[in-house]
């Protein structure tokens, strides 16, 4: 009998950095496999263009890296080779405050803790284990759902994570500066921080910054999935750009595909291969707030009022605990907030080729409800405004993206969410639907490795990583 030969080992739709991962772990095991890509560059979430004015090279999506330097698959590959290299602001994040204060969290987790006062000592209480553990813990915390490697570790961060953040902050601190700092980082997972599990974003994203820092990439984040391809392409991998995938007639054959998108375009594309619940869940997966984005060209530096915003990467606007809390919920129910919570970051500080020189680039987003098309501009800078008097006298251009737009640069990006949707608790662990093994989609060789799968949004390649392990137990037998 005459067999079907295939053409590929392995197919993958969409090049971001979860895409490029599983076909980056997929070839190191001498199989052959091919990425393919909608737009005319690879990437995803991590491209870095000249949005505003030549010369100016802005992160259009993610910009700081907490998660890639924490990567623990990143970590065994030699991206450096590949020309990746990290750059470590002076601080790793600030919370600025009314009156020119701010709290800053520093790369020393016994800095940070003096600062804090009377909540200094439950800081370093908390904060301490898991920083010093970094890298059991996120064996564990990137890791899929079974029987943690380090229970006594995980259980304890368990028992902090599963709080909501605004349970959290009043149950541990008591000064209003430590709990804003917290919210800041609790606020990443852009749900409301009165529900359950927001902590455990706090407790991730604060730890890492005194265990691997927030630094950005030389360059721009594309040098992160540059590095990425160019070690796929030495391990004989291949990628073809302008290559959209509409339905399956649009893959070459294949052992298996896995998709680097979410589960509406899944839905989409593979339909009718899917059993009916499963398509059906994919159909109702729950997509999270979008964000608006601005990407400025700047004559100098922002004039932060605090000495320590000056010199930090990553900036949360939104003062108090309560102003943040409140703004998510709004985004979170539909509305537009005036006093949004804010995302800054300011690499040309740190990186001078991001901008001609004694000229910077500054990048910021807030959170709006799924699809909206509100311009945000104004709330935003005057948030900026807010911390940095004259702000607006610095600008030279700037490039909005509304939610709409998000998604017409990334198809991922549904309704302008980053994450490849909401981080609720239900969809925590079992995204995108509740499994042992969440990267299989139950339809012969196919595979989901996108943000929509655990651990989540970020760059980290975590999820192309674990989807990639999973095809080689399934389909081709090997057992790590
Ligand atoms: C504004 C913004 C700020 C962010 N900030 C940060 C940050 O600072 N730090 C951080 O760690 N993370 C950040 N993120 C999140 C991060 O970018 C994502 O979590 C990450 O990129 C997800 O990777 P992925 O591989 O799952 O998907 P993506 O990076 O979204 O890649 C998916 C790829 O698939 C392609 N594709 C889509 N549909 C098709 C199709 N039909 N056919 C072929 N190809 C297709 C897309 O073009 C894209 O290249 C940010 C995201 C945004 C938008």
Redesign the pocket.
Known sequence: MKTDPKEYDAVI?????????AGVRLAQEGLKVII????ST?????RTQELTEPGFLH??????????AGSPFFKTLDLQKFGLEFIHPDIPYVHPLDNGDAVAAFRSIERTAEQLGIDGKAYLKIFKEFTENWDYLSEDIFGTLRIPKHPLLMARFGWYGLFSAKHFTNSLFKDPQTKALFAGCAAHSIIPLSKAFTSSFGLVLGSSAHAVGWPFAKGG?SAITNALAELFKSLSGEIITD????SMA?IPTSKTVIF??TPH?IAK?AGDKLPGKYKEKLLTYTYGPG?F?IDWALSEPVPWENEHSRKAGTLHLGGTFQEIATSEQAAWKGEHHEKPYV?V?QPSIFDKSRAPNGKHTLWA?CHVPNGSEKDMTEFIENQIERFAPGFRDTIISKNT?HTRE?QTY????IGGD???GAQISTQLFGRPVLKWDPYKIPADGLYI????TPP??????M??YHAAESVLKNEFGFNS
């Open positions: 739709v969409g090049s971001g950095p979860n895409g490029l991962s393919l890509e909608a737009k690879i990437g995803g979430g991590t992160d259009v999506c993610s910009a700081v890296h907490p998660t890639a984040s290559h959209e995938v509409n649009d680097d998108l375009q594309i964000v984005k995302l970051a987003y993206m998000m990334n198809s991922n990006y980053i994450n490849g490795c996108s943000s929509s989540g949004g970020g760059v980290h390649g999820s192309g």
